[in-house]
């Protein structure tokens, strides 16, 4: 049997180690010719100037920020790979502009992150986090724990129904949630009333989950004027990307009882979060971890795998960024 060795394979390179989003590198070194930045002793620029000319595709993981700098450095680049759904770390307009194709996770996580979100709306509304602190420290006698309220009725307004929000909505049915939406654009095929503004949806709902990209267009979208109109009484779920919000402004409304209560999943300056957040039993946090499960890690692996097997066989991506 003939034994590859792994310069034969085509190079893959992986600028920043995985975290918790390992894609199964024994899978991916038989396949490939790994070259890992930050297992080199030479600095980054170096080390990307000794493979400028042959490296082809680069898989890219959340924490590594793909911008005009990185790219002049990789001049054969035709591919980048990533990993998640989000590609707020990538500048995807030089990437389009240069002739380099992105891929994202697809669906990978889409049903994980819908898990997490509906599951952060019913926290925050039945106060699961809280009462479960409440009963390994206070608890002295029955009954005395303030009501938490009903999730069936809730009107919800969901930012973003691309595949992650339509996951959303379907378990939102379930529950007996009234749906609405904001999107880009309102999608014809689907009978949920949309609101072409952020700001008439959240006067026109209970909750807003907060699911769509992080975009030049979508920073601060949700600023004062929307967590007014959202109201006392109102909740925000945010599985999207943290800077969708006006942090400051959502930790004032929330230090203030302007508004109800959060489940935040994302920050603007992860790992940082804000300390106010944490004395508030309305508050629900996740660290970053809404897509993450063996199963949807696993998935979004073979489709990273996929993704570059067609393209060094000259083959459709398959699941290409779109911009749309
Ligand atoms: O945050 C996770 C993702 O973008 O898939």
Redesign the pocket.
């Known amino acids: 049997m003939v034994q590859f060795q792994s310069q034969d394979l085509p190079q893959l390179l992986i600028i920043q180690p995985p975290l918790c989003l390992a894609i199964a590198e024994s899978q991916l070194s038989q396949k490939f010719h790994l070259l890992k930045a930050w297992e080199s002793e030479l600095p980054l620029d170096q080390f990307l100037t000794t493979y400028a000319c042959s490296v082809q595709a680069m898989l890219c993981y959340?924490f590594t920020q793909v911008n005009a700098d990185l790219l002049r450095l990789l001049p054969a680049l035709k591919l980048v790979v990533s990993p998640?759904?989000?590609v707020n770390n990538i500048d995807v307009v030089e990437c389009r502009r240069r002739g380099i194709s992105v891929t994202t996770?697809g669906s990978a996580?889409s049903e994980d992150v819908a898990d997490t979100a509906v599951g952060l709306l019913i926290d925050v509304h039945r106060r699961i986090s809280a009462a479960d602190r409440y009963v390994k420290g206070l608890w002295t006698s029955k009954g005395d724990y303030p009501l938490g309220s009903k999730l069936g009725g809730k009107r919800v307004g969901i930012v973003g129904l691309g595949s992650i929000g339509s996951e959303i909505a379907k378990r939102l049915e379930a529950f007996g949630c009234i749906v609405s939406y904001n999107s880009r654009s309102k999608n014809p095929s689907l009978t949920y009333p949309f609101y072409s503004s952020v700001h008439e949806l959240a006067a026109n709902t209970d909750a807003l989950i907060i699911c769509c990209a992080l975009t030049d267009q979508t920073r601060h979208m949700i600023n004062k004027e929307v967590l007014s109109a959202l109201g006392r009484e109102g909740v925000i779920v945010n599985v999207g990307r943290g800077a969708i919000i006006d942090e400051k402004e959502l930790v004032r409304f929330l230090v203030h009882g302007e508004i109800g209560g959060a489940g935040l999943d994302v920050f603007e300056n992860e790992p940082h979060v804000p300390e106010e957040l944490f004395a508030l039993d309305n508050v629900v946090l996740s660290p970053?971890n809404?897509?993450f499960t063996p199963e949807s890690v696993e998935s979004s692996s073979q489709i990273v795998i996929a993704n570059l097997e067609a393209f060094f066989s000259n083959e459709p991506l398959v699941t290409p960024f779109m911009d749309d």
Do not use: C, K, M, V
């Open positions: 959340p998640t759904a989000g996770s996580f970053h809404a897509a």
